[in-house]
């Protein structure tokens, strides 16, 4: 049996639940808390994998996760406005790195020499 029962449909339109899921994770004022993506047009989506090898080819080693059942994950969400679930995305954008310095928003005078 295939891990993942959807294919290449990740809102399933049954929305059948996708069993337990491997749900990225970030630190938060009381705990855990679930991480939210983009989807390309730019809509908020819930993520979740369906094995931590899949997560962590995704996302890396470093993300941390818990195990949620695609309808607690819906029912977490649901109050911020979140209604996708997306389930095993295939890529995800890099980590923004370090922001450079800001340009002086003057040059600097130059004194001349006589």
């Known amino acids: 049996m ?3 029962r959807y294919g290449d449909d990740s809102e399933p339109s049954d929305r059948s639940p ?3 899921l491997y749900v990225p994770v ?4 009381s705990g855990c808390v ?3 993506f983009r989807t390309p047009p730019g809509h908020r989506t ?3 994998f369906t094995s931590a090898r899949r997560l962590t080819a995704t996302l890396g080693r470093g993300q941390a996760w ?3 059942a695609e309808p607690a994950l ?3 969400t649901a109050p911020l406005g979140v209604t996708t679930v997306t389930v095993d995305p295939r890529f995800s954008a890099p980590a923004p790195g370090p922001t450079p310095a800001p340009a002086p928003a003057f040059p600097r005078r130059i004194a001349r020499i006589a």
């Open 74 to 76: 819906r029912a977490l």
């Open 66 to 68: 818990i195990r949620l």
């Open 2 to 4: 295939p891990e993942h």
């Open 18 to 20: 996708a069993g337990p």
């Open 34 to 36: 679930a991480r939210l």
């Open 26 to 29: 970030r630190p938060g004022p």
């Open 46 to 48: 819930a993520v979740g």
